[in-house]
């Protein structure tokens, strides 16, 4: 919650940008929809964590000094990532819909839900960003940290000095590989009323062909200064608090 506050600034403006849209300077605007946006990052990372960890349980069969190969580590992050989506989907449609038009929780839950399928807007985009951006901050910073420590042990001798160039490229990783996914997502969820946007294939196409493939970046620069933040805490948080949070599933 703590990084979803400080960073929510950040989240609003990637998605007007996005939509092409413009951005507001008022903090009224930029924090619209972040209960949504709380409850969908933690629901989400709550998630993660625990199949994550139970995957890998699997994977171990238990030996704690098991060392988790890069296959291994992006398959359990790829897994956990797409199952999380099943839950964040429908609360990021609810923050961007508060982002384009106001209004609290309840005025645009009414709204979408006129229209059962608005619940499933999105969902393919959200599916893929989430199952990529799982390996970027679950997935590649600890073997990044790890070659770094083991290759260079008079550079980086402590997991913090490793964590640093770990969460820039898990960061990188995880905003321009999942950024063409996460620019039509947005799109599609803006557009319930379908105005401008059609199923994913035609957003695509849409955005493409306004844009060519600088379209689908839209956004990125708000969007990577929020992930190198974020995944640097998050990895911090995996390594010193996920197991006292989710012991059983790093049993």
């Not at 960073?7 to 008022?26: D, W």
């Not at 988790?68 to 580590?73: D, N, T, V, Y």
């Not at 260079?152 to 770990?166: E, G, Q």
């Amino acid at each position: 919650m703590i990084e979803v506050l400080i960073l929510q600034p950040f989240n609003y403006a990637k998605n007007m940008v996005q939509q092409q849209r413009p951005i507001s300077m008022s903090p009224s605007v930029m924090y619209r929809g972040v209960a949504s946006n709380c409850i969908n990052m933690g629901s989400c990372t709550m998630i993660q964590f625990v199949i994550g960890g139970k995957l890998k349980n699997v994977i171990s069969g238990g030996n704690d000094s098991h060392q988790f190969s890069l296959k291994e580590e992006m398959g359990c992050g790829i897994i956990a990532g797409s199952i999380s989506a099943i839950v964040g989907s429908p609360l990021e449609l609810i923050m961007i819909q508060q982002q384009r038009k106001g209004g609290g929780v309840p005025t645009r839950v009414t709204e979408i839900i006129q229209n059962p399928m608005n619940l499933t807007r999105g969902f393919l985009g959200m599916a893929v960003r989430e199952a990529l951006w799982t390996c970027g901050y679950l997935s590649i910073p600890p073997v990044v940290r790890r070659t770094l420590m083991d290759n260079y042990p008079t550079i980086f001798d402590t997991n913090d000095k490793a964590r640093v160039p770990a969460a820039l490229l898990g960061g990188l990783f995880g905003c321009y590989m999942t950024q063409p996914f996460d620019t039509i997502k947005t799109c599609m969820q803006g557009d319930i009323e379908r105005k401008e946007y059609g199923n994913f294939l035609e957003t695509a196409k849409k955005i493409g062909g306004e844009s060519g493939l600088t379209g689908f970046y839209r956004g990125a620069t708000f969007r990577y200064g929020r992930m190198v933040c974020a995944v640097f805490i998050m990895d911090l948080l995996r390594e010193q608090i996920g197991q006292m949070m989710y012991p059983s599933a790093f049993k």
